[in-house]
């Protein structure tokens, strides 16, 4: 494969005013293409094709064109295929214009003549105030573009008659143009020009002359679009994403614009068929099975491997969605429809959908009472899916399956097996049982296959059934794990739960889906092998050097002496009695006393660490799954942690438990509720949950529909004739009250994380409503209006987002490559090949999954570490940048990973003595911390964080502020919680006093560092022994502080001697007079610091106070809307 230099090919454009392009790194000319296409300079030309040396080239050959060499882009001619797409593409940027102001319009004059120490004042007090300047939102470039033409869409006179395609005509266009003049135009090989036509008499003659692109049509037929057009799209600088990519937060959205007449929305409407494509019906379970059959001995077919598979995985996911909100919103006929609606099962598109339950009672069952699996089932089956689609086992094939909450309901969608549809699943069932053990079926090429696939999850191979005649049957694993061959001949497993050994914490026939995670059964063994280690002091190195090979392949999964754990243990099918079967159970025993008491702790451990993120439930549930511990846990990890010692992680972790319990709440409720009453019912929960009041406005609604009801039944008493203007008569939904609401939440609590919710939680110091809010909105895909809420009203919700877990493709050779980049980065410090090796990550994620992809963004952001290591601070700027745009686009500005990334970033432009953008980055992390996870330990490190770099950078009075600030913050939490007492508060603390104290230092005031230092040292002292080195180190800092003020105080004292001494002359007497200027500056120095400081400590608690809702209901989320508008606008300045 060759490789074309950067700029090496340029590419020639000579119907766009000779524009030439250089061309990157591109393997096909399909890659280019591509990239054109995403470019605003072609975004009205996509019809083109490339030319070398006069000759046509093939897209899909391999790009090979020598260094310095001209390739011409040409316009092609049009087939009704490609004239259709750019009629499409002319309506929707018609449509859409507004989509391409990408960036706000000006700047802030006055900022660039503000000091440093000016900005970074101001913006620490403003940075803490609600969102009280302009709604940034509604500025000037977004505001509502004017309608530009009345009517653009395909003409009744289509389709053409066969004597007009002979003549060129693909189809016919109407147009209504704002001066209402309809024109009817011929789309042709050739461009489009308007015809003859009139009314409803068709006449072909051309009228105009033809245009290429259908725009410079309109343009030249319509004055009036002609000025839109100017007004709506300036000139503007190339936007760094592609065009299509806008930022919007998933939970979030302006307020929606009145309905207009739209003939393209509504053509689009009547022609959706929920992903099905007509022009080709797809297999996806042979695409997948073909792909993955696919070779994979060099890189280069590991790359083609992977990027088909990513392609069908990623089709799949779109049309599994779609499809399976059609199914909830009852689109599609099921295939049983005489069945309960639970239970009925349809196939559209190739694709099997069915429902997954979820009751209060039966949510840790198999299966609910009519047989219906249970969301955890799913959960489970799903969760050893994607194992078994990473391990790539040869001979079993894996079914491409999608998870779709919407509405409420688990929707669970399925390629299909090659003959399961027509016929009985005990004629394909060839291993394991599918009538709980009466039958079983045994086939040892099954077995084998079965066998491999247990050694990867540490499952005895050789586990002893018993049928309903007492006949015994060998078999690899759980019989609930099915083996079906499919009519292609190859071999399926289904009902994958049984993969995961019983959870022995969890016992009895209520809690059949507690299974233990994958994770933990990895740490288990990887610990139990270090131990035996350790306890056989083996001095043989190649006793040593063999143990932990075994570890080592392990964890790239291939085990030679995993576990042997059963799987069947605590479920409902026979097996023989044996000595083995009860050293078995006792292993379960010990695994799951492993998980409470290392596992637990551990976990624990890491989230008390400063630099872990905490900020999210998706967060906390990273980092329990690492440690696999599953989040029914919760409750028991809360009761491990002291209010008092940590009450930061404790109320994070509570919130999580409010969060998924309000969750499962909601769930029920979409699930329950009228369609037309959906949004009424959701506003009343969120008021019941987040306001004061217990009533809600639903409840003065209905009591209007009680009275007009009664007036009715009056009036139709006295005889006057009744009106009916609706017969169908919806199920009569009984709104829940405040009570109600928070039993049902206590009671789902302690039913699902054995912990206990108050109401007086919303109330806790450091509690946060809105990031509660936003969690919530984001597990059941609601949307709401950006906007300062006091009560929530039905028009505020915007709709309900499909939630998604699908299998994703994961590129070994990038991951080994991050791999060993890490490790060249951490052992061998050899910075050059830690970049070599993620540059090649990077390149490989690149070609399999394009720009848009959360393992790039890691890439780069490696990288930019490495060359930040390297001192090549505007390389390590340059990718950390492309890192933030890339987890803003993914995941929005309120997400851990772009907070993070933001913090990096203005770590580097510090490093170029950049103070200006650093402390603006900086400042806008703390801002976006602070709405996440509300004051917490994140929002502490924050502060830290800006201290440090306002202390480097010479800003000692801000650094001051900062720590102080952070110092106030964290006093206020622990005195909320009554731990002013304990180990952790008095360190913490300590910590505070000890850099308050380096601080005055610095500024020359050593009486206060003393002070605040003897503050440190005597907590640091109750705290811990007098041999710990933190006291010695403070002692010792204390110590040089006090010899500092000592030696202050003789210069100062010798000075005023010398001042005293009068030899009569002018030189002593001038000396004297400098002495005293000198030292009265000084003072005064100290004076104005002193007053400065409290002036803005004073401006602090000003912010603060106002940050306090004016009554407790608010939901202030504009203030997102305020931080994501303000980075944009630093990162417009900034390319100004």
């Not at 939680?761 to 059941?780: A, T």
């Not at 731990?979 to 952790?984: L, M, R, V």
Request: charged fraction near 25%.
């Amino acid at each position: 494969m060759k490789q074309t230099k950067e700029e090496s090919v340029k590419l020639y454009l000579d119907f766009y005013d000779k524009y030439t392009w250089p061309l990157e790194i591109a393997e096909t000319l399909l890659e280019v293409r591509q990239y054109l296409t995403e470019s605003t300079i072609l975004s009205l030309f996509q019809n083109f094709y490339f030319s070398h040396k006069g000759q046509r080239i093939n897209e899909y050959s391999e790009f090979s064109i020598p260094d310095g060499g001209k390739l011409q882009v040409l316009l092609d001619e049009f087939n009704e295929r490609t004239a259709r797409f750019h009629l499409r593409r002319v309506q929707e940027i018609i449509a859409n214009l507004s989509h391409y102001q990408y960036l706000c319009k000006g700047k802030n004059q006055n900022e660039d003549s503000l000091s440093l120490k000016e900005i970074s004042d101001l913006q620490l007090n403003d940075i803490l105030q609600p969102a009280i300047k302009p709604n940034l939102l509604l500025n000037d470039d977004n505001k509502a573009i004017k309608q530009n033409v009345q009517q653009l869409g395909l003409s009744s006179f289509n389709p053409p008659p066969l004597s007009r395609k002979l003549k060129g005509d693909l189809f016919y266009i109407v147009l209504k143009t704002i001066e209402s003049v309809e024109l009817i135009i011929t789309a042709s090989n050739l461009g489009f020009y308007v015809n003859s036509s009139q009314g409803r008499t068709f006449e072909p003659t051309q009228k105009s002359d033809c245009y290429y692109n259908l725009i410079d049509l309109i343009v030249d037929q319509s004055p009036s679009f002609k000025k839109e057009l100017i007004n709506a799209i300036p000139e503007q600088q190339q936007p760094a994403l592609p065009a299509t990519i806008k930022y919007n937060h998933k939970w979030l959205s302006v307020p929606e614009h009145p309905l207009t007449l739209d003939h393209q929305r509504s053509e689009s409407w009547a022609l959706d068929l929920h992903g099905f494509d007509v022009s080709s019906l797809r297999d996806w379970n042979e695409e997948l099975q073909v792909f993955r059959s696919l070779p994979k001995m060099d890189l280069i077919q590991k790359l083609n491997r992977d990027k088909a598979l990513s392609k069908v995985y990623g089709d799949f996911v779109e049309a599994a969605v779609r499809g399976a909100c059609a199914v909830v919103d009852k689109i599609i006929q099921p295939l049983n429809p005489m069945d309960i609606e639970c239970q009925q099962v349809y196939v559209y598109n190739q694709i099997f959908f069915s429902f997954a339950m979820e009751t209060p009672e039966d949510f840790r069952q198999e299966s609910g009472p009519d047989a219906t699996p249970t969301v955890s089932t799913t959960n489970c089956d799903f969760r050893n899916l994607q194992i078994l689609h990473k391990l790539d086992i040869p001979g079993l094939s894996v079914l491409n399956t999608c998870l779709v909450d919407y509405k409420g309901r688990r929707v669970i969608a399925q390629s299909i097996i090659p003959g399961i549809l027509n016929s009985d699943h005990s004629n394909c069932t060839q291993y394991g049982s599918i009538d709980d053990g009466k039958t079983i079926q045994k086939s040892e090429e099954f077995h084998k296959v079965m066998s491999k696939t247990c050694e990867f999850f540490h499952l005895d191979t050789d586990i002893v059934f018993l049928d309903s005649n007492q006949q015994k049957y060998s078999m690899a694993g759980s019989i609930e794990v099915k083996g079906i061959m499919g009519s292609d001949k190859r071999m399926y497993l289904l009902d994958l739960l049984r993969l995961s050994p019983r959870d022995y914490n969890y016992q009895g026939e209520n809690n059949q889906c507690c299974v233990l995670r994958y994770e933990l059964l990895q740490n288990y063994w990887v610990v139990n092998t270090i131990q035996k280690i350790k306890q056989n002091n083996s001095d043989d190195p190649k006793t040593q050097q063999e143990a932990y090979q075994n570890i080592q392949n392990l964890l790239i999964g291939n085990p030679k002496e995993g576990l042997k754990l059963n799987p069947a243990l605590g479920t409902k099918t026979i097996l023989q009695q044996s000595e083995k079967l009860i050293q078995q159970e006792e292993d379960l025993k010990k695994l799951s006393q492993f998980l409470l008491n290392q596992a637990i702790p551990q976990l624990i451990q890491e989230l008390a660490q400063p630099e872990t993120t905490r900020h999210s439930d998706l967060s906390i549930s990273d980092i329990f799954h690492s440690h696999g511990v599953n989040m029914r846990y919760l409750g028991k990890v809360i009761s491990f942690i002291r209010s008092e010692e940590q009450p930061s992680l404790r109320l994070t972790l509570e919130r999580v438990v409010f969060a998924k319990t309000l969750k499962h709440i909601f769930r029920e409720s979409m699930r329950k509720a009228p369609q037309n009453q959906l949004s009424q019912v959701l506003s009343h929960l969120l008021n019941v949950i987040f306001s004061n009041s217990n009533t809600s406005i639903n409840n003065n609604k209905q009591e209007e529909k009680k009275k007009k009801k009664k007036n009715k039944n009056k009036s139709t008493q006295n005889g006057d004739k009744p009106h009916f203007k609706c017969l169908i008569q919806t199920n009569n939904y009984q709104y829940p009250t405040y009570q109600e609401v928070w039993d049902q939440i206590n009671k789902i609590a302690e039913a699902r994380y054995q912990h206990k919710i108050d109401p007086s939680i919303l109330n806790k110091k450091g509690f946060h409503k809105l990031s509660c809010l936003r969690e919530l909105c984001q597990q059941i895909g609601l949307q709401l209006v950006a906007r300062d809420y006091h009560e929530f009203q039905p028009s505020d919700i915007v709709g309900i987002q499909p939630i998604i877990k699908f299998i994703e493709q994961v590129s070994e050779d990038a991951k080994n490559n991050i791999e060993i980049g890490q490790k060249y980065m951490l052992e061998h410090q050899n910075l050059h090949q830690a970049l070599e090796s993620y540059l090649t990550a990077s390149q490989i994620i690149l070609n399999l999954h394009g720009q848009m992809h959360k393992e790039l963004a890691n890439c780069y952001s490696k990288i930019s570490a490495v060359y930040l290591r390297k001192q090549e601070y505007e390389a390590a700027i340059h990718f950390q940048k492309q890192a933030i745009q890339i987890y803003t686009a993914i995941y929005g500005y309120d997400h851990p990973l772009t907070i993070q990334s933001i913090t990096a970033l203005s770590l580097y432009y510090f490093s170029t003595k950049n103070y200006k953008e650093a402390f603006n980055h900086m400042l806008h992390t703390l801002y976006l911390a602070n709405l996440i996870g509300g004051e917490g330990q994140e929002v502490f490190n924050q502060y830290t964080n800006l201290s440090l770099l306002y202390s480097e950078s010479g800003q000692h009075q801000s650094a001051l502020n900062c720590l102080f600030e952070g110092l106030e913050k964290c006093e206020s939490l622990f005195k909320s919680f009554q731990g002013t007492e304990t180990q952790q508060y008095k360190l913490r603390i300590s910590g505070y006093y000890s850099a308050i104290a380096l601080e005055h230092g610095e500024i020359g005031d050593f009486q206060k560092a003393v002070e605040f230092q003897e503050r440190a040292s005597d907590l640091l002292k109750r705290t811990l022994k007098p041999e710990d080195t933190r006291v010695k180190e403070a002692e010792a800092l204390l110590a040089n502080l006090k010899k500092a003020l000592n030696e202050k105080r003789k210069d100062t004292q010798q000075s005023n001697l010398d001042s005293r001494r009068s030899f009569g002359t002018n030189r002593n007497q001038l000396q004297k007079t400098e002495q005293q200027q000198t030292q009265q500056v000084s003072d005064e120095t100290y004076v104005e610091s002193d007053k400065e400081r409290e002036a803005l400590l004073q401006k602090l608690r000003a912010a603060k106070q106002s940050m306090k809702f004016k009554n407790k209901n608010q939901m202030d989320i504009n203030r997102y809307i305020l931080a994501q508008q303000l980075y944009r606008q630093q990162q417009q300045q900034q390319k100004e």
